[in-house]
């Protein structure tokens, strides 16, 4: 019977991998926010059309925004990238497979805001501006183009390293760098590093020509104090209260509830909420393979300016898990099933004690058996877990199938001794026999072995055999007399064997 999304049948002491066979593929982002005049343009060659909320944004699709104007477009693992007035990007790639991402926007024109969530190995996040390029880890700032075609970038927190003409500089949190052509990059300290006015500042101040690197920097530390001092304005008359956010959630969203200022706007993710000093909530969510750390920083708008409310967090995981089911013991196989492999790529293991008996890689849930060794043994299922008491289970599982199992005699069933009247009047031989066709010639599928010798049982021992499983038994012959021996073989799967062969001494 087909069980679940697979049915699988693993053989003994064999590792396998099965997967959904997804590889590295195009996936779309999705936007969440639209305000303005915003179009886009479709594989970068149909006509420009106005940008709707809820709609895909894929591979070398464009998007351009008019003045006052913006477009928050939701990555496949909870990213944001928000597109700037006056501004123009390509995404050029966009792949999301097992987890992992590899994004490149391409930013033609003005600046985009960026909230990039922590990047997985395999991953990776990018930008291009003009001939510049900047990778990111798992933070927030501003990449950009100025009116003149240099580039710019900034951080609010995190690393990016930002690199053209062959000349690479590595910011942090709370830095900007600007590009100008032939000359070295500038790299300055602000508070405001991440905020859209400041770096709209730092653009034009830095297609002055008339400007040196100090002048640079010396503006932008005035500006920069100029722009903490009405955010701190701002915060004393703004500010947001949110419930607990759970340390670790097992569904691809987070509910997040916040009670804010009336009048002020507040974003988490691309979700932006008018505030009416009531509690609001938000739903960030993201594509399911996308585990790990989620952040999320949070904005508000009041009195035309924006500023950071707040910083939430949380970690997207799910514990695999594999349990046993029916043990056929005839069949020699247990029925198993997953939960939480599905787009979470991981390992199952099978142990008979502490051996590894099977083993696959599983991105899918699925059900199957597993082949068993003989006997009964104690088998330990285990699932790649960030918790091992959740993915480990472990079980007393049996094998002891039905087999045409028959009683052979060594010498036939009747033999004579023959002995000089000198000798003796008795004799002691051996009575060997083997027991064929066990499983694996495996003992312990043999409950019990009697051997009685003239109706008294007699202790036997174990020797080796050509023909299956081999015992032993100590006679006594006593000349003219006809010795009777009866061997009963009772096997674990509850057939039971006899038979008889008879010793004469002359």
């Given at each position: 019977m087909l069980l679940?999304?697979r049915?699988?049948t693993?053989a003994?002491?064999?590792?396998?991998?099965?997967?959904s066979?997804?590889?590295?593929?195009?996936?779309?982002?999705?936007?969440?926010?639209?305000?303005g005049?915003?179009?886009?343009?479709?594989?970068g060659k149909?006509?420009?059309?106005?940008?709707?909320?809820?709609?895909?944004v894929?591979e070398k699709?464009?998007?351009?925004?008019?003045?006052?104007?913006t477009?928050?477009?939701?990555?496949?693992d909870g990213?944001?990238?928000a597109?700037?007035?006056l501004?123009e990007?390509?995404?050029?790639?966009?792949?999301f497979?097992?987890?992992?991402?590899?994004s490149?926007?391409?930013?033609?024109?003005?600046q985009?805001?960026f909230?990039?969530?922590?990047?997985?190995?395999?991953?990776?996040?990018?930008?291009?501006?003009?001939?510049?390029?900047?990778?990111i880890?798992?933070?927030?700032?501003i990449?950009?183009v100025t009116?003149?075609g240099?580039?710019?970038?900034s951080l609010n927190?995190g690393?990016?390293?930002m690199?053209?003409?062959g000349?690479?500089?590595s910011?942090?949190?709370?830095?900007?760098v600007?590009?100008?052509k032939?000359?070295?990059?500038?790299?300055?300290?602000?508070?405001?590093?991440?905020?859209p006015?400041?770096?709209?500042?730092?653009?034009?101040?830095?297609?002055?020509?008339?400007?040196?690197?100090?002048?640079i920097?010396?503006?932008?530390?005035a500006?920069?104090?100029?722009?903490e001092?009405?955010?701190?304005e701002?915060?004393?008359?703004?500010?947001?209260?949110?419930?607990n956010?759970?340390?670790?959630?097992?569904v691809?969203?987070?509910?997040?509830g916040?009670?804010?200022?009336?009048?002020?706007d507040?974003?988490?993710?691309a979700?932006?909420?008018?505030?009416?000093?009531?509690?609001?909530t938000?739903?960030?969510s993201?594509?399911?393979g996308?585990?790990?750390?989620?952040?999320?920083?949070v904005?508000?708008?009041?009195?035309?300016k924006m500023?950071?409310?707040?910083?939430?967090?949380?970690v997207?995981?799910?514990?695999?898990?594999?349990?046993?089911?029916?043990?056929?013991?005839?069949?020699?196989?247990?029925a198993f099933?997953?939960?939480?492999?599905?787009e979470?790529?991981g390992?199952?293991?099978?142990?008979?004690?502490?051996?590894?008996?099977?083993?696959?890689t599983?991105?899918?849930?699925?059900?199957?058996?597993?082949?068993?060794?003989?006997?009964?043994n104690?088998?330990?299922?285990?699932?790649?877990?960030?918790?091992?008491?959740?993915?480990t289970?472990?079980?007393k599982l049996?094998?002891?199938p039905?087999t045409?199992?028959?009683?052979?005699?060594?010498?036939?069933?009747s033999?004579?001794?023959?002995?000089?009247?000198?000798q003796?009047?008795?004799?002691?031989?051996?009575?060997e026999?083997?027991?064929?066709n066990v499983?694996?010639?495996?003992?312990?599928?043999?409950?019990?072995v009697?051997?009685?010798?003239?109706?008294?049982?007699?202790?036997?021992k174990i020797?080796?055999?050509?023909?299956?499983?081999?015992?032993?038994?100590?006679?006594?012959l006593?000349?003219?007399?006809?010795?009777?021996?009866?061997v009963e073989v009772?096997?674990?799967?509850?057939?039971?064997v006899?038979?008889e062969?008879?010793?004469?001494?002359?």
């Amino acid at each position: 019977m087909l069980l679940g999304k697979r049915f699988l049948t693993a053989a003994v002491v064999l590792a396998f991998s099965v997967s959904s066979a997804v590889a590295a593929a195009p996936k779309s982002g999705k936007v969440r926010l639209v305000i303005g005049d915003v179009t886009f343009q479709k594989g970068g060659k149909a006509k420009w059309q106005p940008l709707r909320v809820d709609a895909k944004v894929k591979e070398k699709d464009r998007i351009k925004t008019a003045f006052e104007s913006t477009a928050s477009i939701a990555f496949p693992d909870g990213s944001i990238v928000a597109v700037a007035e006056l501004s123009e990007v390509e995404f050029a790639q966009l792949l999301f497979a097992d987890g992992s991402q590899v994004s490149m926007v391409d930013v033609k024109q003005g600046q985009v805001r960026f909230d990039a969530q922590k990047q997985k190995e395999g991953s990776s996040f990018k930008f291009k501006t003009g001939t510049a390029t900047c990778s990111i880890r798992g933070t927030d700032g501003i990449v950009g183009v100025t009116k003149n075609g240099q580039s710019v970038g900034s951080l609010n927190s995190g690393a990016m390293d930002m690199e053209q003409d062959g000349q690479k500089v590595s910011i942090g949190a709370n830095q900007f760098v600007a590009f100008r052509k032939g000359k070295a990059p500038v790299v300055g300290e602000a508070k405001n590093a991440g905020d859209p006015e400041f770096m709209k500042m730092v653009a034009e101040v830095v297609d002055d020509t008339t400007k040196s690197d100090a002048d640079i920097v010396a503006t932008a530390k005035a500006f920069d104090e100029k722009i903490e001092k009405e955010k701190a304005e701002l915060r004393a008359k703004y500010s947001c209260k949110f419930d607990n956010v759970p340390a670790t959630v097992d569904v691809n969203t987070v509910k997040i509830g916040a009670t804010c200022t009336a009048g002020m706007d507040v974003s988490i993710g691309a979700e932006t909420i008018k505030s009416t000093g009531e509690k609001m909530t938000f739903s960030p969510s993201w594509e399911k393979g996308a585990f790990g750390d989620k952040k999320f920083v949070v904005m508000c708008s009041a009195e035309k300016k924006m500023f950071e409310c707040g910083r939430l967090a949380t970690v997207y995981k799910v514990d695999r898990e594999a349990s046993f089911g029916n043990n056929d013991e005839g069949s020699c196989t247990v029925a198993f099933i997953t939960k939480g492999f599905d787009e979470n790529k991981g390992s199952l293991k099978l142990y008979v004690g502490d051996s590894l008996l099977q083993q696959m890689t599983l991105n899918v849930d699925t059900s199957g058996v597993f082949k068993l060794v003989s006997g009964t043994n104690v088998y330990k299922l285990v699932s790649e877990s960030a918790d091992p008491k959740v993915g480990t289970v472990t079980r007393k599982l049996k094998c002891y199938p039905s087999t045409e199992v028959a009683i052979e005699f060594k010498g036939g069933k009747s033999e004579i001794i023959r002995k000089k009247l000198s000798q003796g009047a008795a004799a002691y031989p051996d009575v060997e026999f083997s027991v064929r066709n066990v499983l694996d010639n495996d003992p312990k599928q043999i409950k019990s072995v009697l051997v009685k010798i003239n109706g008294k049982s007699v202790p036997t021992k174990i020797v080796p055999s050509d023909v299956g499983l081999g015992y032993r038994a100590k006679l006594r012959l006593d000349r003219g007399k006809v010795t009777k021996v009866f061997v009963e073989v009772t096997m674990h799967n509850g057939k039971v064997v006899s038979a008889e062969k008879t010793f004469e001494l002359r």
